[in-house]
T-cell receptor, first 114, second 115 residues
């Protein structure tokens, strides 16, 4: 069974530029999550989708971050404009359901903002 | 507020030693789930175990074992006879039943197993 796919793996941009990340979850997984992991910290949830609807985006900085999950499968996360403090690893995870189901993580996208 | 604390930032052991990683959580909810994940140097988080709040049975899987104690709000992880391949960052996480599944992670414990 294929795991969670993410691209790109690495991205370097200058501040104020925009960037987009892509995630393809495990087939059949209805729930998709985007987490931000700053170096030395645990991941922090940015947004959660159930199929193509948003369940939780309370910690998403909506003035600069946006995400969508069209057709309830793939998802993209965008940052526009990027700030230095956005440098982090962006992790995508998927699970069969919501509460209580284990989440399977992709390899992440390491973003460096200079 | 919900919180997960992993007080040990770094642990270093020699191969074949046993090591315990501590995890303390805070929540007022009665229904919740606890997880452990491993993050090797490659960066991908690997699921290890899930426990729900109504199941305090300890679990053993090979060299890994987990001790869940609601009385002390702890969910500790022990690796017996550690190996170099166990070197990684280990995260404990909490998920509340009424919050849709999001994981609240601790800061992580970096385990280094030396040959």
């Amino acid at each position: 069974e294929a795991g969670v796919a993410q691209s790109p793996r690495y991205k370097i941009i200058e501040k104020r530029q925009s960037v987009a990340f892509w995630c393809n979850p495990i087939s059949g997984h209805a729930t998709l999550y985007w987490y931000q992991q700053i170096l030395g910290q645990g991941p922090k949830l940015l947004i959660q989708f159930q199929n193509n609807g948003v369940v939780d985006d309370s910690q998403l900085p909506k003035d600069r971050f946006s995400a969508e999950r069209l057709k309830g499968v793939d998802s993209t996360l965008k940052i526009q404009p990027a700030k230095l403090e956005d440098s982090a690893v962006y992790l995508c995870a998927s699970s069969f359901g919501g509460q209580g189901y284990e989440q399977y993580f992709g390899p992440g996208t390491r973003l460096t903002v200079t | 507020a919900q919180k997960v604390t992993q007080a040990q930032t770094e642990i270093s052991v020699v191969e074949k030693e046993d090591v315990t990683l501590d995890c303390v959580y805070e929540t007022r909810d009665t229904t919740y789930y606890l997880f452990w994940y491993k993050q090797p140097p490659s960066g991908e988080l690997v699921f290890l175990i899930r426990r729900n709040s109504f199941d305090e049975q300890n679990e053993i899987s090979g060299r890994y074992s987990w001790n869940f104690q609601k009385s002390t709000s702890s969910f500790n992880f022990t690796i017996t006879a550690s190996q170099v391949v166990d070197s990684a960052v280990y995260f404990c996480a909490l998920s509340l039943y009424n919050q849709g599944g999001k994981l609240i992670f601790g800061q992580g414990t970096e385990l280094s197993v030396k040959p």
